[in-house]
T-cell receptor, first 112, second 116 residues
C-alpha cells in the first residue's frame, strides 16, 4: 500500500481545544490534500499542500508536510462542535498517477 | 458556487441487476473520477476519465464496471451485474486539470448503493 495510517483513529476533545491529526505515507508525492466528511455525507476539500511546501494555513486550519519523514499533520485551532467529522488525508503520487489515495481517516468528536 | 451533483442519492437493487449512477461534474472541469467507500472503510479510487477515455483504473474496476460521458454534462458509472460486495457509497469527483498539477478534486455528495 502507498498510504499509511492516520493517527489517531479517533480523537475526542472539548470545544475551544486544538485538534491535531497526523497522516503518514510510503511513497514520493506530488501533493497531499485533506478532506472532511460529515457522517455518511460527501467529501469536502479543506486544503492542498504541494510537495515543495512545508506549511499552509487556511482560517483555523494549519497543515504541515515533512517529505523526509513522509508525514503530514492537520491542526484545527479553537475547535467547535461543528468541526465534528471524519478527516482524511489523500496523496497524489508523483510519477504519473492521476488519482487520490486516501488514508483511513481520523474521527474527531468535539464536545460542547 | 458550482458543485458536483449526483443522482440518485440512494439506490437499492437486487443482486445481478444493472445499475447506473449519474453525476454532473462542474461545467469547466475536464477530469472526472469515481471513488467508492464501503461502510466504515477508506475511500478507494475506481477510475479516472479524460478526453472521453479512461486514463487510469484500479483493480476494483473490472469488466463489470464501465463509465461514459454520454453528453456534454453527464458522467455515468454502470455496474452490469451487481454483487453484494458492491454495496457502498459511490462518489463522483471532477477537477480542472490532472491532480498532478496540484489540482483540487471536488466531490459530489455520493450515491449510497445497497445490493440485496
Amino acid at each position: 500500500s502507498q498510504q499509511g495510517e492516520e493517527d489517531p483513529q479517533a480523537l475526542s476533545i472539548q470545544e475551544g481545544e486544538n485538534a491535531t491529526m497526523n497522516c503518514s505515507y510510503k511513497t514520493s508525492i506530488n501533493n497531499l490534500q485533506w478532506y472532511r466528511q460529515n457522517s455518511g455525507r460527501g467529501l469536502v476539500h479543506l486544503i492542498l499542500i504541494r510537495s515543495n511546501e512545508r506549511e499552509k494555513h487556511s482560517g483555523r486550519l494549519r497543515v504541515t508536510l515533512d517529505t523526509s519523514k513522509k508525514s503530514s499533520s492537520l491542526l484545527i485551532t479553537a475547535s467547535r462542535a461543528a468541526d465534528t467529522a471524519s478527516y482524511f488525508c489523500a496523496i497524489v503520487v508523483s510519477g504519473g498517477y492521476n488519482k487520490l489515495i486516501f488514508g483511513a481517516g481520523t474521527r474527531l468528536a468535539v464536545h460542547p | 458556487e458550482p458543485e458536483v451533483t449526483q443522482t440518485p442519492s440512494h439506490q437499492v437493487t437486487q443482486m445481478g441487476q444493472e445499475v447506473i449512477l449519474r453525476c454532473v461534474p462542474i461545467s469547466n472541469h475536464l477530469y472526472f473520477y469515481w471513488y467508492r467507500q464501503i461502510l466504515g472503510q477508506k475511500v478507494e479510487f475506481l477510475v479516472s476519465f479524460y478526453n472521453n477515455e479512461i486514463s487510469e483504473k484500479s483493480e476494483i474496476f473490472d469488466d463489470q464496471f464501465s463509465v461514459e460521458r454520454p453528453d456534454g454534462s453527464n458522467f455515468t458509472l454502470k455496474i452490469r451485474s451487481t454483487k453484494l460486495e458492491d454495496s457502498a457509497m459511490y462518489f463522483c469527483a471532477s477537477s480542472v486539470k490532472s491532480p498532478l498539477y496540484a489540482e483540487t478534486q471536488y466531490f459530489g455528495p455520493g450515491t449510497r448503493l445497497l445490493v440485496l
